[in-house]
């Protein structure tokens, strides 16, 4: 038979990662992978090699996967990247060499030549009586070649003391579960042995590559405590190098344990080892998996800071009732399960917990470890639901509803009004204003129940807006260091708004300058830019421009001469750069106290009002407009004016002389 080779692709890099996908990285070393990933209690391992290109082996991610693991060891045939989802090719292969391999255990149980071999080995010694692990064999293979002659293989051997006698002596333990009989494409598909087989072709799935691999699987054999012992992990191509397979190792589930605890809380989720106090039960399994033909009696210790009796009781005898200390195995008995139920007493209590302890007997020499699990009991706290409303523009379209779900039991559910998934975000779309009511429940079966579904509303608001607009201002002309505001009038678009202030030119800083309004001290001339965004993401800008004046200091002059003999500035008392302020207001007294004018808006237009030459005093209020400064002509020492400054004004007060030239 001759096999059509179908590239699908080329896979370069040593990680692929994809959402909703099995994930691969071949970045660890083998010893790596059999030390930090495969091994589990109850062994040790040592001695570890691998043969085969590196690519061929490494570690995979199957949390967003069906491929039955959370995560753990893959061996394959070719690039491991082959493995990951979609199930977008029936034929896929990549990185396999095309290499014969003669290695004598696979051999003995392919039916053609074998290529592309990726074999992991290692020592181990057990701490128990039973080894066991957990695994999946898949594979481009299925269903085209299932019955032929290209029958990709792989194999768990083991070698070893036996403890029923004798030796293992590269044993295969990857079997049919309660059969001699070795896993391979041809005993285990769609048509024969089909209990144990995954169809990941039709419908075509979207984490995993391979066409069809098996459900997870349990390798296992009896050892004996403290012994070493040799397996080799072993997978090939056969017939030819093309179509890839892969065999998936489950982390952590190499190991060599007497009993285990498997706890289950009956509404599993996130809680996998809290129990609610009136919530639903809590099912402990005690299973073993060696010597089951005989009886055997175990002793378990039940401790924890939860009282057995009061805070919690054996369900299966009713309330009130301890959970047993010792568990009796009966001939062919391989598990033995009770559940428990917390006691809902009302009582604000910190976390408590049950803890369950069997520590088996061992020989002088190996002594297994003790296996444990710990249950948490935890007071209920009452679901709190929040929403939240959104805005859409104009003609509406497609939003997430989001929800925030604090305290009860989880799983929880989801139900929507108007059609909505039931789920915690869902995405809807409307063309007009909409409001959606989630109704909230979570998995506690107390009696009664504690936990009644919460309701909650999220309103989509679809808005029309007239145009965005802004205007920030009038351009401006201002003195050095004065404070100079900007407030942007906003017309049209949907709030909330932001902002965005931009220096054209200029060095002058605007603070804040996400704000409105935002101020600035100005020394330079500029020109600053407001970018305004709407709810709807619509945009409008607007300039200002501001002129900075070369010098707005007052010059208060000490003599006027109102004769009409001289130029304007001598007839009046004339302030030089008043016309910069506003609201100037002006005082002038005799030389008995007496005020003979007042201005609150001087415009620099007194000219001595008839009155006599002589000495007169002025008092100039300024206010607030910058750094005012106020020069004079020289005079004596003692100088011509004082100055005194408020929160409000600046007021300067001094003397001039009226002279009129004869």
């Given at each position: 038979?001759?096999?059509?080779?179908?590239?699908?692709?080329?896979?370069?890099?040593?990680?692929?990662?994809?959402?909703?996908?099995?994930?691969?990285?071949?970045?660890?070393?083998?010893?790596?992978?059999?030390?930090?990933?495969?091994?589990?209690?109850?062994?040790?391992?040592?001695?570890?090699?691998?043969?085969?290109?590196?690519?061929?082996?490494?570690?995979?991610?199957?949390?967003?996967?069906?491929?039955?693991?959370?995560?753990?060891?893959?061996?394959?045939?070719?690039?491991?990247?082959?493995?990951?989802?979609?199930?977008?090719?029936?034929?896929?292969?990549?990185?396999?060499?095309?290499?014969?391999?003669?290695?004598?255990?696979?051999?003995?149980?392919?039916?053609?030549?074998?290529?592309?071999?990726?074999?992991?080995?290692?020592?181990?010694?057990?701490?128990?009586?039973?080894?066991?692990?957990?695994?999946?064999?898949?594979?481009?293979?299925?269903?085209?070649?299932?019955?032929?002659?290209?029958?990709?293989?792989?194999?768990?051997?083991?070698?070893?003391?036996?403890?029923?006698?004798?030796?293992?002596?590269?044993?295969?333990?990857?079997?049919?579960?309660?059969?001699?009989?070795?896993?391979?494409?041809?005993?285990?598909?769609?048509?024969?042995?089909?209990?144990?087989?995954?169809?990941?072709?039709?419908?075509?799935?979207?984490?995993?590559?391979?066409?069809?691999?098996?459900?997870?699987?349990?390798?296992?054999?009896?050892?004996?405590?403290?012994?070493?012992?040799?397996?080799?992990?072993?997978?090939?191509?056969?017939?030819?190098?093309?179509?890839?397979?892969?065999?998936?190792?489950?982390?952590?589930?190499?190991?060599?344990?007497?009993?285990?605890?498997?706890?289950?809380?009956?509404?599993?989720?996130?809680?996998?080892?809290?129990?609610?106090?009136?919530?639903?039960?809590?099912?402990?399994?005690?299973?073993?998996?060696?010597?089951?033909?005989?009886?055997?009696?175990?002793?378990?210790?039940?401790?924890?800071?939860?009282?057995?009796?009061?805070?919690?009781?054996?369900?299966?005898?009713?309330?009130?009732?301890?959970?047993?200390?010792?568990?009796?195995?009966?001939?062919?008995?391989?598990?033995?399960?009770?559940?428990?139920?917390?006691?809902?007493?009302?009582?604000?209590?910190?976390?408590?917990?049950?803890?369950?302890?069997?520590?088996?007997?061992?020989?002088?020499?190996?002594?297994?470890?003790?296996?444990?699990?710990?249950?948490?009991?935890?007071?209920?706290?009452?679901?709190?639901?929040?929403?939240?409303?959104?805005?859409?523009?104009?003609?509406?379209?497609?939003?997430?509803?989001?929800?925030?779900?604090?305290?009860?039991?989880?799983?929880?559910?989801y139900a929507w009004s108007g059609g909505a998934a039931s789920v915690a975000d869902p995405s809807v779309t409307v063309s007009s204003t909409t409001t959606f009511t989630?109704?909230?429940?979570?998995?506690?079966?107390?009696?009664?129940?504690?936990?009644?579904?919460?309701?909650?509303?999220?309103?989509?608001?679809?808005?029309?807006?007239?145009?965005?607009?802004?205007?920030?201002?009038?351009?401006?002309?201002?003195?050095?260091?004065?404070?100079?505001?900007?407030?942007?009038?906003?017309?049209?678009?949907?709030?909330?708004?932001?902002?965005?202030?931009?220096?054209?030119?200029?060095?002058?800083?605007?603070?804040?300058?996400?704000?409105?309004?935002?101020?600035?001290?100005?020394?330079?001339?500029?020109?600053?830019?407001?970018?305004?965004?709407?709810?709807?993401?619509?945009?409008?800008?607007?300039?200002?421009?501001?002129?900075?004046?070369?010098?707005?200091?007052?010059?208060?002059?000490?003599?006027?001469?109102?004769?009409?003999?001289?130029?304007?500035?001598?007839?009046?008392?004339?302030?030089?750069?008043?016309?910069?302020?506003?609201?100037?207001?002006?005082?002038?007294?005799?030389?008995?106290?007496?005020?003979?004018?007042?201005?609150?808006?001087?415009?620099?237009?007194?000219?001595?009002?008839?009155?006599?030459?002589?000495?007169?005093?002025?008092?100039?209020?300024?206010?607030?407009?910058?750094?005012?400064?106020?020069?004079?002509?020289?005079?004596?020492?003692?100088?011509?004016?004082?100055?005194?400054?408020?929160?409000?004004?600046?007021?300067?007060?001094?003397?001039?002389?009226?002279?009129?030239?004869?």
């Amino acid at each position: 038979m001759i096999k059509n080779i179908f590239k699908a692709g080329l896979i370069l890099c040593t990680a692929f990662t994809a959402k909703a996908q099995l994930t691969v990285n071949s970045a660890m070393t083998p010893t790596q992978l059999v030390q930090n990933v495969l091994l589990g209690s109850g062994v040790t391992a040592s001695n570890i090699t691998f043969s085969g290109p590196n690519a061929a082996r490494g570690e995979f991610n199957g949390t967003a996967s069906n491929i039955g693991f959370p995560g753990g060891v893959i061996l394959a045939t070719g690039d491991i990247s082959v493995a990951v989802g979609p199930n977008n090719s029936g034929s896929l292969s990549n990185g396999g060499t095309g290499t014969i391999s003669t290695d004598p255990q696979l051999t003995g149980i392919a039916t053609n030549t074998l290529y592309d071999a990726a074999i992991l080995e290692f020592d181990f010694v057990p701490l128990a009586d039973t080894l066991k692990f957990r695994y999946v064999f898949g594979s481009e293979e299925y269903m085209e070649f299932a019955n032929s002659s290209f029958n990709d293989v792989f194999g768990f051997f083991i070698s070893g003391p036996n403890p029923s006698g004798g030796s293992y002596t590269n044993q295969n333990i990857a079997l049919i579960p309660g059969t001699s009989t070795p896993v391979t494409i041809n005993n285990v598909n769609g048509g024969t042995n089909a209990t144990y087989y995954f169809d990941n072709e039709n419908p075509a799935g979207a984490s995993v590559q391979y066409d069809g691999f098996t459900v997870p699987l349990t390798a296992i054999a009896p050892v004996a405590c403290g012994a070493t012992y040799h397996i080799k992990i072993a997978i090939a191509d056969a017939g030819d190098g093309s179509w890839d397979s892969g065999v998936f190792l489950e982390a952590g589930s190499f190991t060599s344990v007497g009993v285990q605890i498997i706890p289950e809380i009956s509404y599993g989720g996130a809680n996998d080892s809290t129990l609610y106090e009136g919530c639903g039960n809590a099912c402990i399994y005690f299973v073993r998996t060696s010597n089951i033909s005989v009886q055997d009696t175990i002793n378990l210790t039940i401790g924890g800071t939860a009282i057995n009796g009061t805070d919690y009781y054996d369900n299966n005898v009713g309330p009130g009732a301890l959970l047993p200390s010792q568990l009796i195995f009966a001939p062919g008995q391989d598990s033995i399960s009770f559940c428990i139920n917390a006691v809902s007493d009302a009582v604000a209590e910190s976390l408590e917990s049950i803890t369950l302890l069997i520590q088996p007997t061992g020989s002088a020499f190996c002594v297994p470890p003790p296996t444990s699990a710990t249950i948490y009991l935890s007071e209920y706290t009452p679901i709190v639901v929040t929403t939240s409303d959104t805005t859409l523009c104009n003609s509406g379209g497609t939003v997430t509803l989001n929800t925030t779900v604090t305290g009860g039991v989880e799983p929880y559910t989801y139900a929507w009004s108007g059609g909505a998934a039931s789920v915690a975000d869902p995405s809807v779309t409307v063309s007009s204003t909409t409001t959606f009511t989630v109704t909230v429940g979570d998995a506690c079966t107390g009696t009664p129940d504690p936990t009644p579904a919460v309701v909650d509303s999220s309103t989509v608001t679809v808005a029309t807006f007239i145009p965005l607009t802004a205007f920030i201002g009038d351009d401006a002309q201002v003195c050095p260091g004065d404070l100079v505001n900007f407030l942007a009038l906003v017309n049209g678009g949907g709030p909330p708004y932001t902002y965005a202030w931009t220096t054209i030119s200029g060095t002058d800083t605007l603070t804040p300058s996400n704000g409105n309004p935002v101020n600035m001290i100005a020394n330079v001339s500029g020109t600053y830019q407001l970018l305004i965004t709407d709810v709807c993401g619509n945009t409008t800008t607007d300039q200002v421009n501001v002129s900075v004046e070369g010098s707005c200091a007052l010059n208060i002059p000490n003599v006027i001469t109102p004769d009409g003999n001289g130029p304007a500035e001598n007839e009046n008392f004339y302030i030089a750069n008043l016309d910069k302020y506003t609201n100037v207001s002006l005082a002038i007294y005799n030389r008995w106290g007496n005020k003979i004018y007042e201005s609150t808006d001087y415009k620099n237009n007194w000219n001595g009002g008839g009155h006599a030459d002589g000495t007169y005093y002025y008092v100039l209020t300024v206010p607030p407009a910058g750094l005012v400064d106020a020069k004079v002509n020289p005079l004596p020492a003692t100088g011509s004016f004082k100055e005194s400054k408020s929160d409000t004004n600046k007021v300067f007060a001094g003397f001039f002389q009226i002279v009129r030239l004869k």
